[in-house]
C-alpha cells in the first residue's frame, strides 16, 4: 500500500493533469460562408449537328454541310477558328418500331459534337438565332467559364474564413472565453457556379421570330460560394 502523502500527490497530479488537458482541449467549431457575384468571361456551347438518310454518306455530306454553315456563322458573330472544336463523328442505323416485335429500317443517322467557345457573351442570343434556325443542329448543354475561376473562388473562401472566425470570436466572448487558436480547418460543400441565365427552350425558339428570340436572351452574374468548418481553440479570457 502506498503511504498516504504519496497518494495525496498521485491524485493531485492525475485532477491536475485533466484540469490541464481539458483546458487544452476547450473549443468552439463553427461554419463560415462566403459568396462574391462575378460576370463569366465567356460561355462554351456543346452542339451536336446530325442527319439521317437512307445512304449513310448522304447523311455524312449534310452534317459536313451543317458543320460548314455553322462555321461561318459563327466567324460572322467573331468566333475564331481556335474557339470551335469538333473531334467527334458517330453513325448508327435508325429503325421504326412496329407491332409484333417488327421494326422498320429509316436510315443511318450520322452526329458530329462541336464545341463553340464564345468570348463576347453579348452575342449569346445572337448565336443560339443562328444555331437554332438549322434544323441539323442541337444545343445540348452550355456552361459558363472564367479566366481565372480559382482566383475568384479564393475570394469567396477568403470570406468564408473571416465570417467563421467572427462567429467564433462572438461565441467565445459572450461565454467569457477568447479565441487563441485553430484546431482544424475542412472545406464544405463547395462548388462552381451554376448557370444562370434567362432563356428559351430550343424548340420555342424556332417557333419565334430572331428580333423576339434575341430579346430574351440575358447571362446575368453568377454566385460563386464557398462553405468551411473550422474548430478554434478557447481558453478563459483574463
Known amino acids: ?3 498516504l502523502h504519496i497518494l495525496f500527490i498521485s491524485l493531485c ?3 491536475a493533469s485533466a484540469m490541464a488537458s481539458e483546458a487544452i482541449n476547450a473549443y468552439v467549431e463553427v461554419s463560415g460562408y462566403g459568396e462574391i457575384e462575378a460576370m463569366p468571361d465567356y ?3 456543346s452542339v451536336e449537328l446530325s442527319d439521317v438518310q437512307k445512304d449513310v454518306e448522304a447523311a455524312k455530306d449534310r452534317v ?3 458543320y460548314a454553315d455553322l462555321t461561318k456563322a459563327a466567324k460572322k458573330l467573331g468566333i475564331a477558328a481556335k474557339d470551335i472544336e469538333s473531334f467527334r463523328v458517330n453513325n448508327y442505323p435508325q429503325w421504326n418500331y412496329l407491332p409484333n416485335n417488327k421494326r422498320e429500317f429509316i436510315g443511318h443517322r450520322v452526329t458530329r459534337s462541336v464545341t463553340l467557345n464564345l468570348r463576347d457573351i ?4 445572337a448565336l443560339l438565332e443562328a444555331l437554332m434556325k438549322d434544323e441539323r443542329v442541337q444545343v445540348s448543354g452550355t456552361q459558363l ?6 482566383a475568384l473562388q479564393n475570394k469567396a473562401q477568403k470570406l468564408a474564413l473571416l465570417n467563421a472566425r467572427e462567429k467564433a470570436k462572438f461565441m467565445a466572448e459572450t461565454l467569457d472565453q477568447a479565441v487563441d487558436g485553430v484546431v ?3 472545406e464544405q ?3 462552381s457556379p451554376q448557370p444562370r441565365m434567362v432563356m428559351m427552350e430550343a424548340q420555342s425558339m424556332r417557333a419565334k421570330s430572331s428580333a423576339d428570340a434575341g430579346s430574351e436572351m440575358s447571362v446575368q452574374e453568377q454566385t460563386i460560394e464557398r462553405q468551411v468548418q473550422v474548430r478554434f481553440s478557447i481558453t478563459p479570457s483574463k
Open 1 to 3: 500500500m502506498k503511504p
Open 13 to 15: 497530479l492525475t485532477s
Open 43 to 45: 460561355l462554351t456551347l
Open 64 to 66: 459536313d454541310l451543317a
Open 122 to 125: 453579348t452575342r449569346y442570343g
Open 145 to 150: 467559364k472564367f479566366n481565372d475561376l480559382e
Open 184 to 186: 482544424f480547418i475542412q
Open 189 to 191: 460543400g463547395n462548388y
